[in-house]
């Protein structure tokens, strides 16, 4: 089952913050963010796991509740660059092969 | 660049054709996915081949199939195509059988227009 994405869609000034939540029904093994820029592939953010902990780098953050089967992606003083549509990808055990994605939520960010 | 290279770029074909979609994965990599984006939509699932053999399958029609050979180059073969076809076909690589739980690496994607 697809995981469900929330906001579908935030429209930000530079310099503000941002956070996208992802919540499944099943229980997770791994949570994935991505950032796709129209037209483009998807690029990999960062990647959580069961039992890791909080991860990050630069202004870009990302927490996994196990517990609720969520995972939120923050956004910190966010630049122009950031705009592009965030999908998630989780996976449901330790040897899932695959990932469910999100329907992603767009982001633009403007001046 | 992710040095997972897919080709062609762009395909434009007719109803009832049949294409062939190519995805050489990064190297190393001994898994591939494919994934398709229609407008607007997030990332379907179609199917995964670790060493050149099926490992999963997601939400594939019958009129298509794929094949990764020992080379570890993979094609998606669509055939009858229909209008709703349309649409960005990506190719991903792991180096692992489990997707799940490592980072996927995606290539800039081929996009089908039926016409």
């Known amino acids: 089952q697809q995981p469900v994405q929330s906001p579908q869609a935030v429209i930000l000034r530079e310099g503000e913050d941002a956070v996208i939540n992802c919540s499944s029904s099943?229980?997770?093994?791994?949570v994935h963010w991505y950032r796709q820029k129209h037209g483009e592939a998807p690029v990999f953010l960062m990647i959580l796991l069961k039992g890791g902990e909080q991860k990050g780098h630069d202004k870009i953050s990302a927490s996994f509740n196990e517990k609720k089967q969520q995972s939120s992606l923050y956004l910190t003083a966010s630049q122009l660059s950031y705009s592009g549509t965030y999908f998630c990808g989780t996976g449901n055990t330790g040897t899932a092969s695959k990932l469910t994605f999100g329907t992603g939520t767009r982001l633009q960010v403007t001046l | 660049d992710s040095g997972v290279t897919q080709t062609p770029k762009h395909l434009i074909t007719a109803t009832g054709q049949r294409v062939t979609l190519r995805c050489s994965p990064r190297s190393g990599d001994l898994s591939v996915y494919w994934y398709q984006q229609s407008l607007d939509q997030g990332l379907q699932f179609l199917i995964q081949?670790?060493?050149?053999?099926?490992?999963a399958k997601g939400n594939i029609l019958e009129r298509f199939s794929a094949q990764q050979f020992p080379d570890l180059h993979s094609e998606l073969n669509l055939s009858s195509l229909e209008l709703g076809d349309s649409a960005l076909y990506f190719c991903?690589?792991?180096?692992?059988?489990?997707?799940?739980?490592?980072?996927?690496?995606f290539g800039q994607g081929t996009r089908l227009t039926v016409v």
């Open positions: 099943k229980a997770l093994y791994s």
């Open positions: 081949y670790y060493n050149g053999e099926e490992r």
């Open positions: 991903a690589s792991t180096l692992g059988p489990t997707g799940g739980n490592t980072e996927a690496f």
